[in-house]
């Protein structure tokens, strides 16, 4: 069984950096992509970032030039830093896993593990 367990949200002022980690734990294949998504109440889920196993990432716009993900190298882990920080991005941030080769998509329906979510707030 596939757990994932984040860890890094908080509160923070606009402006400032958080980084956020996700662990999986019983992911075994050696194929797999890493997702961050967010959702804010009464909104859809959407991706900001994920990271295949072949080192490939894919950032939503709002995400360009400002998050970075990276991965573990040995181990299924992946961190998400968030630099200049806005209130627009306070939000649930959810790690999402899926097993497969070369999957750089930000479609929540491709992903079959989830994490319970860690809640970053950005004030202004």
């Known amino acids: 069984q596939v757990e994932l367990v984040e860890s890094g949200g908080g509160s923070v002022q606009a402006g400032g950096s958080l980084r956020l980690s996700c662990a999986a734990s019983?992911?075994?294949?050696?194929?797999?992509?890493m997702a961050w998504f967010r959702q804010v109440p009464g909104k859809d889920r959407e991706g900001v970032a994920v990271?295949?196993?072949?080192?490939?990432?894919r950032y939503a716009d709002s995400a360009k030039d400002r998050f970075v993900i990276s991965k573990e190298p040995y181990e299924p882990t992946v961190h998400l830093l968030m630099n200049s920080l806005k209130p627009d991005d306070t939000a649930m941030y959810y790690c999402?896993?899926?097993?497969?080769?070369?999957?750089?998509?930000?479609?929540?329906?491709?992903?079959?593990?989830w994490g319970q979510g860690t809640q970053v707030i950005v004030s202004a």
């Open positions: 999402a896993a899926v097993v497969g080769s070369w999957i750089l998509t930000l479609r929540q329906g491709t992903f079959d593990y």
């Open positions: 019983g992911l075994t294949h050696s194929q797999y992509s």
């Open positions: 990271v295949n196993s072949g080192g490939g990432k």
